[in-house]
């Protein structure tokens, strides 16, 4: 067990639909990342959040946004969604703000659009 | 950006020795690490190295070249349940911060 805990863990939608994607990092973790891996695919880095502020930024679709919580707490929404978008998403935390440290992943909501 | 490049698939068989490759590129470096990740379940933390040289953990060791951008995660003594994929992530510069990049992964089939 990572710490990190991300809820739902299956999600099953319709095309153009909106999702929220919830995760709660490690106690005392402040980065919060969030990544995107589908079938036979690595891990794409989508966002970056450190101590509610967004610190850095990948390949996000503008259909996906993501905000950390004054609790720490993150969610990444996902609106409009294309067959495209079904893949696992994982979220991630660590202690420090970036460049350094291990990251502990959740185990993953596994997002389905049909 | 980032470019981080490792075989694809690999196999082995249970009680050897394996080694996997992980070439990298990036825009500023802080930093590579190496996790496992079984079929449909979240990556695990294997290593981090920062420095030149070989890093020794039980059954799992990672060697970093920076000057070669090259490093290899060594596994001895093999288990059927090393089965699994593994990811190269290095620490590259994105904007003001540096991100975690992954390989897509390679993955290792153990056989009897």
């Not at chain 1, 999702?19 to 079938?39: E, F, I, K, M």
């Not at chain 1, 989508?46 to 720490?72: H, T, V």
């Not at chain 1, 996902?78 to 291990?102: I, P, Q, R, W």
């Amino acid at each position: 067990d990572s710490g990190v805990t991300q809820t739902p863990k299956h999600l099953i939608t319709a095309t153009g639909q909106r999702v929220t994607l919830r995760c709660s990092p490690r106690s005392g973790d402040l980065s919060v990342y969030w990544y995107q891996q589908s079938l036979d695919q690595g891990l794409q880095f989508l966002i970056q959040y450190y101590n509610g502020e967004e610190r850095a930024k990948g390949n996000i679709l503008e259909r996906f946004s993501a905000q950390q919580f004054p609790d720490l707490h993150s969610e990444l929404n996902l609106s409009s969604l294309e067959l495209g978008d079904s893949a696992l998403y994982f979220c991630a935390s660590s202690v420090a703000g970036g460049g350094t440290g291990e990251l502990f992943f959740g185990e993953g909501s596994r997002l389905t659009v049909l | 950006g980032q470019n981080i490049d490792q075989p694809t698939e690999m196999t082995a068989t249970e009680g050897a020795i394996v080694q996997i490759n992980c070439t990298y590129q990036t825009s500023g470096f802080n930093g590579l690490f190496w996790y496992q990740q079984h079929a449909g379940e979240a990556p695990t933390f294997l290593s981090y190295n920062v420095l030149d040289g070989l890093e020794e953990k039980g059954r799992f060791s990672s060697f970093l070249s920076r000057s070669k951008g090259y490093s290899y995660l060594l596994l001895k003594e093999l288990q059927m349940k090393d089965s699994a994929s593994y990811l190269c992530a290095v620490y590259g510069a994105s904007g003001g911060s540096y991100i975690p990049t992954f390989g897509r992964g390679t993955s290792l089939i153990v056989h009897p």
